[in-house]
């Protein structure tokens, strides 16, 4: 079943967050429960892949002003039926930034978000259940936007509320804080 590996890293995500029981159960219930989960054409929700992206101090996020959605967020996008939920975060970071390189800080899951995404065309409102990873970069930090953004920032991560009051962008930098950089200054 194409669908165990993303199980098993969901079912080894929840004792490590047992405050996000409720949406490591709703996650549970999608994967389990879709087949197509990977798949863009499943048109009420679909699997998406995103990065955390610091720099190579972990003192720094990159964020992209996202084109589509006029708003700061992390890297990603669609599985488009990959299975590797990390490949698929590895790959759309690399498209939106054309940092290289980057590397994950591990391959287990960092971040899980569901969140809607407002019809746009003939595509109707839709969740994105979005699997998100820790990425480093450790290289100059030099970017590229692509197409898919109106800007690129490396955002401090104590100015990251200049730039996002999103809730999940907050409780990743918490995260990082709290597993990478237990004594950040």
Same mark, same amino acid.
């Given at each position: 079943m ?9 079912? +080894?995500? +929840?004792?490590?967050? $047992?405050? %996000?029981?409720?949406?490591? =159960? ?7 429960s879709? @087949?197509?989960?990977?798949? &863009?054409?499943?048109?009420?929700? !679909?699997?998406?892949?995103?990065? *955390?992206?610091?720099?190579? /101090?972990?003192? %720094? ?5 996202? &084109?589509?959605?006029?708003? *700061?967020?992390? @890297?990603?996008?669609h ?9 698929? +975060?590895?790959?759309?970071?690399? =498209?939106?930034s054309?940092?290289d ?6 391959? +287990?899951i ?5 969140? @809607?995404?407002?019809? &746009?065309?003939? =595509?109707?409102?839709?969740? !994105? *259940?979005?699997v998100?990873?820790a990425?480093?970069?450790?290289? @100059?930090g ?6 898919e953004? !109106?800007?690129?920032? *490396?955002?401090?991560? %104590? #100015?990251?509320? %200049?730039?996002s #009051?999103?809730? /999940?962008?907050?409780?990743?930098? &918490?995260?990082w804080?709290?597993?990478?950089r $237990?004594?950040?200054?």
């Amino acid at each position: 079943m194409h669908r165990l590996s993303l199980l098993k890293s969901l079912r +080894a995500y +929840a004792p490590l967050h $047992p405050e %996000e029981s409720g949406m490591v =159960e709703r996650f549970l219930a999608f994967v389990e429960s879709e @087949p197509d989960c990977f798949h &863009r054409e499943l048109l009420h929700g !679909h699997l998406t892949g995103s990065a *955390w992206i610091v720099n190579r /101090s972990g003192d %720094e996020v990159l964020l992209t002003h996202h &084109r589509k959605l006029g708003i *700061w967020v992390q @890297p990603g996008g669609h599985c488009d039926g990959d299975p590797d939920v990390l490949a698929t +975060a590895l790959r759309e970071a690399s =498209e939106e930034s054309g940092l290289d390189p980057l590397t994950p800080v591990s391959n +287990a899951i960092f971040d899980l978000d569901v969140h @809607p995404i407002p019809p &746009r065309g003939a =595509e109707p409102a839709h969740l !994105h *259940w979005d699997v998100r990873f820790a990425l480093r970069h450790d290289g @100059p930090g030099h970017y590229q936007i692509s197409p898919e953004s !109106h800007d690129l920032a *490396w955002v401090p991560l %104590e #100015r990251l509320s %200049e730039f996002s #009051r999103d809730a /999940s962008l907050h409780r990743m930098a &918490r995260k990082w804080n709290e597993q990478y950089r $237990p004594n950040p200054a």
